[in-house]
């Protein structure tokens, strides 16, 4: 077992998060005939869902029922008298929770003493009501029942928004993790996206790393707020150190029916571990869906880790071919002044303007890296855009050479070249079997200056054959139809 987590009594807190008293549902009854009252909790006195009993909340006008359940959003059923301060108060309330409280997850149930006045088979259709009963009908099996299916269909409701929450907050966490390495801004806004939940509230939370021996409490909230100062696994209740140490050794969350530690994996940096516990008993689907949230976070993590490793690997690489190529501006050596010179001749002859002239006269040797002992395997499929040099630069810290858009897009253009010289035309070529003018100018620019610098010493007849011969399949037989006729000026000396 690790030393980092020292056991001790806790004298703060007892030994268990909670007492084993399960959670009443609440249940409103609305009738303003005081018998109908006592009749429904004598009949429901002993009634018990999922072992949890009821708790009775009594209105006895539908005003004061409004009231009711504008301070309780967690009323499971409403028993509903149709007449109450006038024909259709009931029915009234109906629309009132439905619309103005926007309340769609209580079941209401309505109940009359008089048919006549509200037919079954309109009201089932005009309002949003599980059951539309005659309160002669509703003797103590009946009753039973009718509470077990409404309390059965709440509770689905109930899954299926906490699904939607938590899947809600999966992506929210996914896109507001935030970009540096604060583990205790991350840790807050995770806590927060954990503990937004209707069912996950009124969870008592805290969030601990660990650097050896010494704790550092990253987040805490409801009755473990108090522990935001403590500075040493010691002063920890014995609970949290045991399930903590529990997920640690194991590697994984921990679950009870009461109490989770779930494990943040931070690369690079020490574990974030976040212990939530409750008085009252969680369900499993509950713990599955803080369980998805942290591996998401995890995984996202994990991905900026890697990302930035890869910009890092980038970085150096590009940093190696910006100073080759000031160097070949600077100190070429003979093989490329000479494709310096040849590539100024073809572009002047095929009738680049200017400027593409210059940018591509400065990378034109670019396809012949091993000649300066550069591998050209190292290029291989690698393209940097303006949205590339900026993500590259959230990672990593551009030297100032780099940030100057003159040079990254010369940089651009070179691994242009390096990457697409070996496309053909024709779409045979490697490594992404590009065609035509799929192919990036200056790369076909540069595979036509490659094909011509080894052939100059031959004669004009045998250099246009030879070009000729490789026009639409390896080269871009537009550019060769327009350097054919000035072959003769091409001699490089």
């Not at 709440?154 to 390495?181: G, V």
């Not at 696994?233 to 045991?242: F, I, K």
């Not at 974030?272 to 869906?289: A, C, D, M, N």
């Not at 012949?368 to 395997?377: A, F």
Request: net charge negative.
């Amino acid at each position: 077992m690790s030393e980092d987590f020292v056991l001790v009594d806790d004298l703060k807190a007892s030994s268990s998060p909670g007492n084993d008293t399960p959670e009443p549902w609440k249940v409103l009854v609305v009738d303003d005939d005081q018998e109908m009252h006592a009749v429904t909790q004598l009949v429901l006195s002993n009634f018990r869902y999922q072992q949890r009993p009821l708790q009775f909340l009594n209105a006895h006008s539908a005003e004061q029922a409004y009231q009711i359940l504008s301070e309780h959003d967690d009323i499971a059923v409403a028993l509903v008298d149709v007449v109450m301060e006038n024909d259709h108060a009931g029915l009234d309330l109906i629309s009132q929770i439905r619309n103005e409280l926007n309340n769609h997850d209580i079941r209401l149930i309505l109940r009359t003493g008089q048919p006549g006045l509200a037919p079954a088979h309109q009201v089932i259709r005009d309002y949003d009501v599980s059951d539309y009963k005659n309160k002669t009908e509703l003797n103590s099996v009946s009753l039973d029942t009718l509470m077990c299916a409404s309390l059965r269909a709440y509770q689905e409701l109930l899954e299926l928004k906490q699904q939607r929450c938590q899947l809600q907050a999966m992506i929210s966490s996914a896109t507001t993790l935030p970009d540096d390495n604060d583990h205790r801004l991350l840790a807050k806004r995770l806590l927060d996206d954990m503990l937004s939940q209707s069912d996950t509230r009124k969870l008592s939370a805290l969030v601990v790393t660990e650097f050896r021996h010494h704790v550092t409490v990253l987040a805490s909230s409801g009755k473990l707020s108090y522990l935001e100062q403590a500075h040493s696994a010691a002063e920890l209740p014995s609970r949290v150190q045991e399930q903590i140490l529990g997920c640690k050794d194991c590697c994984s969350h921990y679950t009870d029916n009461q109490s989770a530690v779930f494990h943040l994996c931070y690369p690079d940096q020490p574990d974030i571990y976040f212990y939530l516990e409750s008085e009252r008993p969680v369900k499993e689907s509950t713990w599955q869906g803080l369980a998805m949230l942290v591996d998401g976070a995890t995984l996202k993590l994990q991905q900026r880790h890697l990302e930035q490793k890869v910009a890092k690997g980038q970085l150096e690489m590009i940093k190696l071919l910006n100073n080759s190529l000031i160097h070949a501006i600077e100190s070429p050596n003979s093989e490329q002044r000479e494709l310096r010179t040849l590539a100024e001749k073809v572009v002047s002859i095929l009738g680049l303007s200017e400027s593409e002239q210059q940018r591509f006269v400065e990378v034109a040797w670019i396809a012949r890296l091993s000649s300066i002992g550069i591998p050209e395997s190292l290029f291989s499929q690698c393209q940097i855009d303006p949205a590339q040099w900026q993500k590259l630069a959230s990672h990593c810290d551009l030297p100032d050479e780099l940030t100057q858009p003159t040079n990254q897009q010369r940089l651009s253009l070179a691994l242009s070249i390096a990457n697409q010289h070996h496309e053909s035309w024709d779409g045979q070529g490697q490594p992404m079997g590009l065609q035509g003018e799929e192919i990036h100018l200056f790369a076909r620019l540069s595979a036509l200056i490659s094909a011509l610098h080894p052939a100059l010493e031959h004669k004009p007849s045998e250099l246009k054959q030879a070009l000729e011969s490789q026009a639409g399949a390896r080269l871009d037989p537009q550019l060769v139809a327009k350097l054919l006729p000035s072959l003769d000026t091409l001699t490089v000396s």
